[in-house]
């Protein structure tokens, strides 16, 4: 009897070692092994840029001049009926993961989109579009307010270490515009202690395209 | 039976239950993006709803899967597979500027506080991208004199950081299978234009899949008054298309199933209908209409593309579809939205203003919910 007590505890304690149910499972997961409609891990975005940035087609529309990585953003291709059926059955779903790359090509105001399958590792889409179209990234902004924080005349009117500068995006209406198909943003400026605005800020539009810092600028957005 | 022999028992019968194989729901997404939440919230559950979260740039908290059951007996029914911000577009009432907030910028999101989320009324869920989740009572859900019910809803919200502005982007699923969707704006009014009246309107892209993702169709309920009748009529919506919300005629969109029935044979629904406070027609031709119905296509995220999503019009019928909702918040500038200083500075903040909708089951439940 004894022996039989003690084989029924170890039987115990395997079983609620190694038999738990598939839900805590899930729960358990970490981040770095997602399940399908978890978000991309770092992991993975870093992957998904490596395999787009390396595609021929995705080169070839990118050029040799100055580009961008603007995104990588999740894509979850939705499975079929049938295919999500086995989610009560205990099954995981099979939903692919992919990521959508974006960049942006500033000669010629150019967006290229890649969709990477990220078990595979394949490019499978490439396709392009306007530029206007192609949204700003954060990395630009924080280039933007390098470019006005670096803008002699400016540093004459900033007091420095005072504002913090926020964006807005500039899209062009007319062919006159000087920010028309270049990649523009208007530039706010922010007392970082009052948190308001600088109300006599002179009107600062930077033209990443060119590198640019103008001031004056009537219209900050169309 | 002596105490030994009643532990290897119990033993046993504990470890034949914790390792049998069940028929358990594999979540598709892990902690701390898969929430359930029953209701009531403490005691026996009644309802209960999974889901799925994720926080992105650009489109702040998207809901990614979230199924509703209506008794601990009943079987789980899907009620979306994506649900997200498609844009906010803010128009100035001077004609320039017009800001789309969704599709020209991938904002940041606000890192969520203890203030903007204190353990008293919620938990953080994330890190780096965070939500703030609360269960909340809801007030009075129904009252028959002394016999009165209070709910509960399950409340999930994060927030965009889009220039000078905060957006809070908030999803409600309520004890009775209700859901809301709701956009807040507040923050510093654009510098430059502190007198300028201007519009944010949301638009929310709702990827339904009622019961699954087949068979889902679209019907514009209509109510009509003629002498001294009432007349409540739908009409089913065969292609891709928009349409406007008459607030004379109660304009809502039914999504049905083609087979999801309730006890009492009655074919199921969920209704969406506004909650707004007028309606803002501007130049875009995606403003043109308050309601929008598209085929479920990879890749139509955005709302400002919408008048070319419909062309040409795919049928829209007993299939995967996708609806849209449009409501304005006007701001009208107020001096509660602050005041120049001396240095002519502007200080203030604008409070809260909300844009929102509401998706209410019809016929889902065979009773009235949460009834004794």
Not at chain 1, 94 to 116: E, K, Q, S, W
Not at chain 1, 160 to 172: F, G, I, Q, S
Not at chain 2, 11 to 23: D, G, K
Request: aromatic content about 12%; hydrophobic content about 40%; proline content about 5%.
């Amino acid at each position: 009897m004894v022996k039989l007590h003690r084989f029924s505890f170890l039987l115990f304690l395997f079983f609620i070692l190694f038999g738990l149910p598939q839900q805590y499972d899930a729960q358990a997961q970490v981040v770095e092994t997602p399940l399908p409609l978890d978000p991309l891990t770092s992991q993975e975005r870093l992957s998904a840029r490596a395999i787009a940035s390396a595609n021929a087609e995705v080169k070839r529309l990118l050029g040799l001049g100055e580009r961008k990585l603007i995104d990588v953003e999740f894509l979850s291709v939705k499975p079929n009926d049938e295919a999500l059926m086995i989610e009560d059955a205990g099954q995981p779903i099979l939903v692919p993961r992919y990521a959508v790359v974006v960049f942006y090509r500033y000669d010629g105001n150019l967006g290229v989109r890649a969709t990477v399958d990220l078990k595979s590792k394949k490019v499978i889409e490439v396709t392009s579009m306007d530029g206007d179209l192609v949204p700003i990234s954060m990395e630009e902004v924080a280039q933007a307010s390098t470019l006005v924080l670096n803008h002699k005349e400016l540093q004459q009117q900033l007091p420095p270490n005072k504002y913090k500068t926020e964006v807005v995006r500039v899209l062009a209406s007319n062919q006159n515009d000087p920010c028309w198909k270049r990649r523009c943003l208007g530039i706010l400026f922010r007392d970082m202690k009052t948190r308001s605005y600088w109300f006599n800020s002179p009107e600062v539009t930077v033209d990443l395209t060119g590198k640019t810092v103008s001031m004056g600028r009537k219209e900050r957005s169309r | 039976m002596n105490i030994r022999k009643g532990l290897t028992l119990l033993f046993f019968m504990t470890a034949l239950f914790v390792a049998s194989p069940q028929t358990v729901f594999a979540a598709p997404c892990s902690s701390p993006y898969y929430i359930e939440q029953q209701f009531p919230s403490t005691g026996a559950e009644q309802t209960r709803w999974r889901l799925c979260w994720r926080m992105e740039k650009k489109y702040g908290l998207i809901i990614t899967s979230a199924d509703f059951r209506k008794s601990p007996t009943s079987p789980w029914v899907r009620v979306f597979w994506d649900a997200r911000i498609a844009e906010i577009f803010v128009p100035y009432h001077t004609g320039t500027p017009r800001f789309y907030d969704i599709m020209n910028y991938n904002w940041p999101w606000v890192p969520i506080t203890n203030t903007h989320c204190p353990a008293s009324a919620g938990k953080r869920l994330g890190s780096g991208p965070d939500i703030c989740k609360e269960v909340r009572d809801r007030g009075v859900s129904w009252a028959d004199d002394a016999l009165v019910r209070r709910g509960q809803e399950l409340v999930l919200w994060g927030v965009i950081d889009a220039s000078n502005y905060n957006y809070i982007i908030e999803w409600t699923f309520r004890d009775d299978g209700t859901i809301l969707g709701r956009s807040g704006a507040t923050g510093l009014i654009f510098a430059g234009h502190e007198e300028t009246g201007h519009m944010h309107t949301t638009t929310w892209r709702l990827d339904v899949d009622f019961n699954g993702s087949s068979g889902d169709s679209v019907y514009l309920g209509t109510h009509t008054e003629i002498g001294l009748t009432g007349n409540d009529t739908q009409s089913q919506i065969f292609n891709e298309t928009g349409v406007t919300w008459d607030p004379e005629k109660f304009s809502e969109f039914n999504v049905y199933d083609a087979t999801l029935k309730n006890a009492r044979g009655h074919q199921s629904s969920y209704r969406l209908m506004p909650l707004r406070w007028g309606t803002a027609r501007h130049d875009e031709a995606f403003t043109k209409n308050d309601f929008w119905v598209t085929r479920q296509k990879v890749g139509e995220l955005y709302a400002a593309n919408l008048p070319s999503y419909v062309l040409p019009s795919d049928p829209v019928s007993g299939t995967d579809i996708v609806i849209w909702y449009s409501g304005s918040a006007h701001h009208r500038v107020r001096d509660e939205d602050g005041i120049h200083d001396a240095a002519g500075n502007w200080t203030g903040v604008t409070q809260m203003i909300w844009s929102a909708f509401t998706m209410m089951p019809h016929n889902l439940f065979d009773k009235s919910p949460l009834f004794p």
